[in-house]
């Protein structure tokens, strides 16, 4: 009987040493304590997006605990404001968060069903209510499905040096064409196929003196200039 007391005490201390972390069970009530829950949050590098509606969004964060809050619980909370982007989180123990915002960027002025939108640099539309931006400098698209196609179309006129300074407005055919107006009241008509090459033959033509008096330059038919 007293050899089967000692094992049995035996297996009790073995399993308690194996389990028992004074460190750790020192943690775990420290994240549990008031001390480390979320009290401030710190909103930085917005411009576009208020901060009252972020602060509005993160009022569900306060209170939580610092160390187990993630960036991604964070992120779905702001995803639906209009501009946002991604944020980079910081914590400052023991209670404060700073949040870092990254914004997309108003890049035109799209119509839509009779409806006038923002596009933005992730192809979001946005209805055009933000004082901040001046509309007066942001060129105008028109067109059915053109917000499908605008970003891309306006990242292969960067990507061929074509200075979008210079346009006033983007007309999107279904065929999967561009015209551009610019400010000199020349147009640019562009064909379907092979528009890189285009893009850069325009550029060419807009330098040359002997094409100054022309307001079409029509490059639609491969291997032709057309010009009014």
Do not use: C
Not at 17 to 32: A, C, D, V, W
């Amino acid at each position: 009987m007293k050899k089967f007391y000692k094992i049995f005490l035996l297996v009790i201390v073995l399993t308690f040493s194996s389990t028992y972390n004074p460190k750790e069970s020192h943690l775990n009530n420290q994240k549990n304590e008031p001390l480390f829950q979320i009290e401030n949050i710190e909103i930085k590098n917005n411009f576009l997006i208020k901060e009252d509606e972020i602060e509005k969004k993160l009022k569900k964060i306060y209170r939580k605990n610092i160390f187990f809050i993630k960036i991604n619980e964070i992120e779905e909370l702001l995803i639906k404001l209009d501009f946002f982007k991604k944020i980079e989180v910081k914590k400052k123990y023991p209670n404060t968060i700073i949040i870092k915002i990254f914004e997309t960027t108003p890049v035109a002025i799209i119509f839509k069903d009779q409806t006038k939108y923002l596009i933005d640099s992730m192809s979001n539309l946005i209805l055009p209510y933000n004082k901040s931006i001046n509309y007066d400098n942001l060129p105008e698209v028109f067109g059915e499905g053109a917000e499908n196609n605008f970003i891309n179309f306006l990242n292969q006129l960067k990507k061929n040096n074509f200075s979008n300074n210079k346009i006033e407005s983007f007309y999107y055919f279904k065929i999967g064409r561009w015209d551009l107006k610019l400010f000199n009241n020349k147009v640019i008509k562009l064909p379907y196929k092979d528009v890189d090459a285009a893009i850069i033959k325009s550029i060419e033509l807009l330098n040359r003196d002997d094409f100054k008096n022309y307001n079409i330059i029509d490059l639609r038919v491969d291997g032709k200039i057309i010009v009014e």
